[in-house]
């Protein structure tokens, strides 16, 4: 595709609930990254793929949180039993690589909206 | 821990103003430093990066300069328009994996 796609654009659900979010990101893309932005605050990294593997986990912010990557393309994260404090936007970005001493551009979707009532 | 610093937080100016956002960074081992801007109610989009070896980018309007060795960068937008209207923000990666550390942004306003 021509851009970082993000499923669904909001999402409503009750305390207690487990929730999915899922990542397109661009084609060819073998670094994904997922960071919050709760309101009022700014992003947070949460984790980040080269290729399927995670290798920092560490901006996770419980272990109510996972996320996966399955071909090197679709990414998914994962809320298990949500909290109020959870309710954020949640923005996936991709980008060429992410190992070596390279640096790529970071291209970022349009987020996913999370409210926990 | 990297820390990072968006001065001033919002800004409003009329159209046709040339205009300066500032962000400063407390570690200057970083890879690259990013400048984005937000809409409301969507994502990010790239307007320049810098990598940690160049002084400055410039993309159409926007000029970026960066300043390692003190941990400052500074977007500069010439001639503001009021489509600029948006939240600027700065982000810098310095780790394994290019994660970046953003900072609180700018929100700037640009009146007809």
């Known amino acids: 595709g021509a851009g970082v796609s993000q499923s669904p654009s909001n999402k409503v659900t009750e305390k207690g609930k487990d929730v999915e979010l899922r990542c397109d990101p661009i084609?060819?893309?073998?670094?994904l990254y997922w960071y919050r932005q709760r309101l009022g605050q700014g992003l947070e990294f949460l984790i980040y793929?080269?290729?399927?593997?995670?290798?920092?986990k560490s901006g996770l912010p419980s272990d109510r949180f996972s996320a996966e990557r399955t071909g090197e393309s679709v990414s998914t994260l994962t809320i298990q039993r949500t909290q109020q404090e959870d309710s954020a936007v949640y923005l996936c970005a991709s980008s060429l690589s992410a190992s070596g001493w390279a640096t790529y551009e970071q291209f970022f979707g349009p987020g996913t909206r999370l409210t926990v009532l | 821990k990297q820390e990072v610093t968006q001065i001033p937080a919002a800004l409003s100016v009329p159209e046709g103003e040339n205009l300066v956002l500032n962000c400063s960074f407390t570690?200057?081992?970083?890879?690259?430093l990013q400048w984005f801007r937000q809409d409301p109610g969507k994502g990010l989009t790239s307007l320049l990066l810098?990598?940690?070896?160049?002084r400055e980018q410039t993309s159409g309007r926007l000029n970026a300069s960066l300043d390692k060795s003190s941990g400052r960068s500074t977007l500069y937008i010439a001639a503001s328009q009021p489509g600029d209207s948006a939240t600027y923000l700065c982000a810098v990666s310095g780790n394994a994996g290019n994660m970046l550390t953003f900072g609180g942004g700018t929100r700037l306003m640009v009146k007809p």
């Open positions: 570690d200057s081992a970083i890879y690259n």
């Open positions: 084609s060819g893309h073998t670094a």
């Open positions: 793929f080269q290729g399927n593997s995670a290798p920092d």
């Open positions: 810098i990598q940690s070896s160049q």
